[in-house]
């Protein structure tokens, strides 16, 4: 029996682990092997390649990590002919391609050219990027852009459809909802809060770009507060990720109802977090003698 299987809406993992968008390459392979993974999440890929912004765009603070890496990657093309090969060779868990587009017309055009390919098994839309058609705000504050979006993309295809949401709002289970009723199949929280860090002696950002992503330890609080409240409110499997570095903070995250949790900032810090975090995850429900589905969503208070 396999205590640790999960089920992440129409996707089958063999445990529930998987990394966050951008944290991670196959590059990982030098540490372990990828099989171990329950999925595979890609970095963001856009339509077109993009160098991203200019350094200094990585800061670490007291107690996580700001970024300003600003969505580079090689655009679909590359991605599709070089980057998912190289990948497949090395990794027979299930492929999640993290994209990203400017127009609801963009996200649609490049879902339809990945499903011509059979070892994509399904999709993260990276929705904190700017629509141009909306004066630039991020499609994933608005409620009823994010379900004009995800209905467009649910007639596509019928492979896992995520939703990754920006904790950048006020009302997160709003979001969610417009993304299930526009037929998403689950929900991956959250994306990097807003932060920002100065050098108190020069007066200098430690960032260039200024105001950046902030992830990692302090923000696994806000990270489970959303995985509660949209797993709660909603029915519809979360896959959980912020400041989740051992198998300790991953119980938490399944107690308040994930489905399966992604390992971001811990991978820079501790490149074998992933398969120390599946084991360590193991050993606990062998130990209790309970399957990983006995504990999702049983938090007490
Ligand atoms: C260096 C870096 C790059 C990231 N790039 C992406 C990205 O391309 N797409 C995306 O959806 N999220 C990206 N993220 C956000 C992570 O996927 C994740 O949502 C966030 O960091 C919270 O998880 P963590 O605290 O475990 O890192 C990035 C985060 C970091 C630190």
């Not at 856009?46 to 107690?63: D, I, S, W």
């Not at 811990?266 to 429900?285: K, M, Q, R, W």
Request: with cysteine.
């Amino acid at each position: 029996m396999n205590r640790l299987q999960t089920s992440l809406g129409t996707l089958t993992m063999q445990n529930p682990v998987t990394v966050a968008s951008g944290t991670y390459g196959a590059e990982f392979g030098a540490f372990y092997d990828l099989n171990c993974l329950g999925a595979y999440v890609t970095k963001t890929i856009t339509r077109y390649p993009k160098q991203g912004n200019p350094p200094p765009r990585l800061y670490e603070t007291e107690a996580g990590l700001l970024n300003s890496i600003g969505l580079q990657n090689p655009g679909l093309d590359i991605f599709l002919s070089n980057t998912l090969p190289e990948l497949s060779a090395v990794c027979s868990a299930p492929i999640i391609v993290s994209f990203s587009g400017s127009t609801i017309d963009e996200f649609a055009e490049m879902l339809d050219i990945m499903e011509q390919e059979p070892r994509i098994s399904g999709y993260e839309v990276n929705i904190s990027c700017p629509n141009v058609e909306k004066e630039g705000i991020a499609f994933g504050v608005d409620p009823d852009t994010v379900h004009s979006l995800t209905s467009r993309l649910a007639a596509l295809t019928s492979k896992e459809l995520i939703i990754k949401l920006s904790p950048n709002v006020t009302d997160v289970v709003s979001i969610a909802r417009a993304a299930a009723t526009g037929g998403a199949t689950s929900i991956a929280l959250i994306n990097t809060l807003l932060g920002m860090a100065i050098d108190w002696k020069t007066g200098k950002s430690r960032i260039k770009r200024g105001v950046s992503g902030y992830s990692g330890l302090a923000i696994k609080p806000v990270a489970l507060a959303a995985t509660y409240k949209v797993a709660s409110a909603l029915r519809i499997p979360v896959l959980a990720m912020g400041g989740i570095y051992d198998w300790k903070d991953a119980l938490e995250f399944f107690y308040a109802g994930a489905s399966a949790v992604a390992i971001g900032t811990a991978n820079f810090a501790n490149p074998h977090a992933v398969p120390e975090l599946i084991a360590g995850l193991d050993s606990y429900l062998q130990e209790r003698d309970v399957s990983l589905s006995d504990i999702i969503g049983t938090v007490q208070f």
